[in-house]
């Protein structure tokens, strides 16, 4: 990639959105999810589905790290900012969660807790340096993209011979959710829609490659296009996946041939499993208890595994009934199907986490003006 402004090119966008109405087929649906918050955002941002054809549809999916969280993940990290002998420190987002009965980081942080933003582990491991008194937990989350500096900090802890560094673990993984969204019982049970195809996410891809969406792609026979965050990556990922609809194929294709390889970052991907195991279970907002999702810290790094170093207890947390946060990660509803959103909940003050985050759902809706249209 030369310069970004090829990625936005109107005079491009326009051929693009003319070969699809072109292409697509009038007499059938195109229901395609963008798994990746980051690809929302684009589509709202750069005006990509105005120019889609109506019977294309996106359907936003549940790859926005901060959303997924449950309450009872933000309420654990809570109960931990709020011992005296701890600062908990995490990525800004993080701190504006809302947790059950209304409570959050930042409002521990008013009511005197140490809670602190930092913009990586590397500022986490410096706040374990600079505070030996105190135990730095670090809440981490995210996805693939996310999990190699976490497991990077580990190693550093522990070349540094840190005592008093901890990670709160809450990282999952992309492909298990797709999975999930596609076979699960319970997830159908919540409820959930049909669903002809994927835009895989870029970073993420990045990380893993391409090779591990080569199972799900086999077994329920649905394609995915890993696509960039420009809004001709977009516009060109989707008009490759209805290609492989018309054409009644069912492939991984990589458009995000800049920055993707089939195989990834072998050497992040080996510093992760390293240091990290599945999970048999973690429960996802929206999706429920989800299998082999998530990574916990193995136990030859147990030392810096805040669960086992420090362990908490938190009352069985509830979601908030009036919040429509979990079926919009699923792709059930909008977020202008909600209630709240653009009245009690805002950016100012989110009621969910898909209001909070930069990637969620609902901030895409309202930063670029999606409430103002007739739902």
Known sequence: MKHVDEYRNGDTAQKLAATLAREVDPTRDYRLMEFCGGHTHAIFRYGVQDLLPGNVKMIHGPGCP??????????????????????????????????????????AKAEGCDVRMVYSTLDALELAQNNPDKKIVFFAIGFETTTP????????????????????????????AIQNILESPDVRALGSVPLDGFLGPAHVSVVIGSQPYEYFVEEFQRPVVISGFEPLDVMQSILMLVRQLNEGRAEVENQYLRAVTHMGNTKAKKLVAEIFELRRVFEWRGLGEVPYSGLRIKEEYAAFDAEVQIPVETPPARENKACECPAILRGMKKPTDCKLFGTHCTPENPMGSCMVSAEGACAAYYSYGRFREAV
């Open 149 to 176: 500096p976490t497991a990077m900090a580990i190693k550093q802890a522990q070349t540094m011979g840190l005592k008093n560094f901890f990670i709160l673990s809450n990282h999952v993984l992309t492909p298990s």
């Open 66 to 107: 901060v959303c997924v969280l449950p309450i009872s993940r933000i309420d654990q990290a809570i109960a931990y900012a709020r011992r005296s002998d701890v600062i908990l420190c995490s990525y800004g987002d993080m701190l504006r969660v809302p947790g059950s009965k209304f409570t959050s980081l930042m409002k």
